[in-house]
């Protein structure tokens, strides 16, 4: 039997689990799905991408554009959780069977979206970044670093480091710091090994997150404010 505190006034938790609306789903934006598994299998077709949608919809016969590869495929049939189905939205977890495709194209940590609004790719960032407590080695320019964004990851170096943020107001508190330690946050820029699909937070949420790791640990999580187009 559970029993109530006299001070607390609120709802019981199931209760308080009743009131939660349903997120928002981007049906209407463009289609956007980043590829956490392949599967090729000759009973499915050429190969297939497993994801969640992110936004948008998909269904049968759509023409639908593999990053970061560039390539075009059209959608042979779709599965949710495991059954057939017509159509999908924003929030489902589908297995999207391409055709007339190079498998060898298709891979984990790239991303369906729709011909005409293709995923930016890039290999050179400006992060907003709140720096853990698992850190034991400050982060300096130079620092080597595993960069993870949605389902990719690449070898990363820090090349910039912008400013130091007042914790409460997120304002500035100090330009071109030295080095960064636990508990900061920062803007800083990194430069990848290799190009990823990613997006600015405000564009898109799932392709805007980043993550910061060395020695099997994640020592920092941001966003992507900036993407940084290299001049040849």
Not at 98 to 124: E, F, R
Not at 192 to 204: H, I, K, P, Q
Request: overall charge positive; some cysteine.
């Amino acid at each position: 039997m559970f029993v109530l505190s006299s001070w607390y006034q609120g709802s019981c938790l199931l209760d308080a689990i009743d009131s939660l609306q349903p997120p928002k789903r981007d049906f209407s934006k463009p289609l956007l799905m980043p590829i956490c598994d392949v599967v090729k299998s000759s009973s499915q077709g050429p190969v297939s991408a497993c994801g969640k949608l992110e936004a948008g919809a998909l269904r049968s016969g759509l023409k639908v554009l593999v990053m970061p590869s560039g390539d075009v495929g059209t959608i042979r049939s779709l599965e949710r959780d495991s059954q057939i189905c017509a159509v999908a939205r924003a929030g489902d977890n589908v297995t999207v069977s391409l055709q007339g495709i190079d498998g060898s194209t298709v891979m984990a940590g790239g991303v369906l979206c729709h011909p005409d609004y293709p995923v930016a790719v890039a290999k050179h960032f400006e992060l907003k970044v709140l720096v853990l407590d698992f850190l034991t080695i400050p982060i300096v320019i130079g620092s080597q670093l595993e960069f993870h964004i949605h389902h990719a990851k690449e070898a990363a170096r820090v090349v910039k480091i912008i400013s130091v943020l007042d914790p409460k107001t997120g304002k500035v508190s100090k330009k071109a710091p030295r080095c960064l330690t636990s508990k900061q946050s920062a803007i800083i820029e990194v430069a990848l090994d290799g190009t990823v699909c990613a997006e600015e937070f405000t564009n898109s949420r799932a392709l805007g997150r980043a993550f910061l790791r060395t020695l099997g640990k994640t020592v920092a999580v941001g966003i992507v404010t900036r993407i940084i187009e290299d001049q040849e």
